[in-house]
C-alpha cells in the first residue's frame, strides 16, 4: 500500500508563486508514474501535469510554461512548482500514483491518491 500527503497549499493573490509537495511512503516510489490533478468548485477533476520513472513530463496546456512537476526519488516527493498563479488556478490539487507508470492522463488509471491540499488565488 502506498499513501500520498500533500503539503504547501494557501492562499495567495494572483501572480504569486506556490510549491506543492506529495510525500509517498513504501520503498517503490521511484517506479511509480507521478502526477498532480486538480479539482474546482463544481468541476470535474482535471489532469494538470505528470512525470514518468525515466523523468519525462507533460503538462496540460493551460499551465504549461507556468508549472514545473519535479521529483526527488531519494526522498520520495513529488513537487509542482507553480508561478504566474490565476484566480482559475483555484482547486484543491491532488498527488497521485500509478504503479504501472503508464503514459497516461486518466485519474482512473492512478491507483492512489493524496488527501488533497487546497491552492486559492484572487485576483
Known amino acids: 500500500q502506498v499513501q500520498l500527503v500533500e503539503s504547501g497549499g494557501g492562499l495567495l493573490q494572483a501572480g504569486g508563486s506556490l510549491r506543492l509537495s506529495c510525500a509517498a511512503s513504501?520503498?517503490?516510489?521511484?517506479?511509480?508514474?507521478m502526477a498532480w490533478f486538480r479539482q474546482a468548485p463544481g468541476k470535474e477533476r482535471e489532469f494538470v501535469a505528470r512525470?514518468?520513472?525515466?523523468?519525462?513530463?507533460y503538462y496540460t496546456s493551460s499551465v504549461k510554461g507556468r508549472f514545473t512537476i519535479s521529483r526527488d526519488n531519494a526522498k520520495n516527493t513529488v513537487y509542482l512548482q507553480m508561478f504566474s498563479l490565476k484566480p482559475e488556478d483555484t482547486a484543491v490539487y491532488y498527488c497521485?500514483?500509478?504503479?504501472?507508470?503508464?503514459?497516461?492522463?486518466?485519474?482512473?488509471?492512478?491507483?492512489?491518491w493524496g488527501q488533497g491540499t487546497q491552492v486559492t488565488v484572487s485576483a
Open positions: 512525470i514518468n520513472v525515466s523523468g519525462s513530463t
Open positions: 497521485a500514483a500509478d504503479p504501472k507508470d503508464r503514459w497516461t492522463l486518466r485519474a482512473q488509471n492512478f491507483d492512489y
Open positions: 513504501g520503498r517503490t516510489f521511484s517506479s511509480f508514474g
